[in-house]
């Protein structure tokens, strides 16, 4: 903690505020979390990171860190996650005991390692108390609040993957000439107008870091699958941009100060 600079450890204090505070909610919010207390959702969120944005900050490379691949590391928007929302704020979470069992999604393993994969080292919190994987705590929190849409951990998976390739917003987006990156801005609204045209007229909702870099981008959907406005307010400046990846050298973030918790899981 001593090579730590001040604002790394005013971080790191936020960072062990809110995680004391998540204790707090998950504490009571675990004890009941019977299907029967929450209601049915109403639509969904595919929430999408982009990894220009989410590699910036060094974390720690390890096997599982997406941002370590070198050149192979993704350059496009990969999956958060699918997430039953409510139309009213909030939305359900934790809602059946299942647990998440990797053997079930086997054969969707290329693909989810490509198209879902973390960004970060840790683990996070799964509904049992326990700490797991990325995917784990995806599954557990929201996938099994998809009921009856999606039913079971394979449906999750493979229903998440199909509706992240038939909605392709990286080529919808470079298709009209909006790329990455790290210093030619667009406008957002010419950047929204761009996916409306192509999804059905429905409205995105896109996260920003500062200096208006895309961290996330959400679409969302009705239970049906088709597109349907996000109604949820940006958070970005006029202008935003998609910043260029920089694959991270191993060695070179050694010393970076390893991922305590992030909105991975928060939300
Ligand atoms: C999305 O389209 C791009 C081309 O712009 C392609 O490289 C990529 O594989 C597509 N993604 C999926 C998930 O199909």
Redesign the pocket.
């Known amino acids: 903690m001593a090579s730590l600079s001040i604002k790394a450890k005013a971080m790191v204090f936020v960072v062990v505020v809110l995680l004391q505070l998540l204790t707090v909610v998950f504490g009571f919010s675990a004890e009941a979390p019977s299907s029967s207390e929450q209601r049915e959702f109403d639509y969904f969120v595919l929430a999408l990171q982009w990894p220009g944005s989410s590699c910036k900050n060094p974390g720690k490379c390890c096997p599982s860190n997406a941002c370590c691949r070198g050149a192979e590391s993704p350059t496009?928007f990969t999956i958060h996650g699918l997430w039953p929302q409510y139309n009213e704020k909030g939305w359900p979470s934790c809602c059946t005991d299942a647990s998440f069992n990797e053997n079930e999604i086997n054969i969707l393993t290329e693909d989810i390692q490509k198209?879902w994969p973390t960004y970060r080292c840790g683990t996070t919190s799964t509904c049992h108390q326990t700490k797991g994987s990325f995917w784990a705590h995806e599954y557990e929190k929201h996938g099994t609040c998809a009921a009856p849409v999606i039913v079971g951990e394979y449906d999750y998976f493979l229903t998440t993957i199909t509706i992240?390739?038939k909605y392709?917003v990286?080529?919808v987006l470079?298709d009209a000439g909006f790329v990455a990156s790290n210093t030619e801005k667009y406008p957002i609204e010419d950047v929204v107008a761009a996916i409306k045209n192509e999804f059905n007229n429905a409205t995105p909702k896109i996260s920003c870091a500062k200096k208006g870099a895309v961290k996330e981008l959400w679409l969302c959907f009705d239970k049906s699958f088709e597109p349907r406005d996000c109604n949820l307010p940006n958070s970005c400046p006029d202008f935003i941009k998609f910043p260029t990846y920089e694959p991270q050298e191993p060695n070179k973030v050694e010393g970076a100060i390893p991922w305590i918790a992030d909105v991975e899981e928060i939300i």
């Open positions: 496009e198209y992240f390739s392709n990286t080529k470079s």
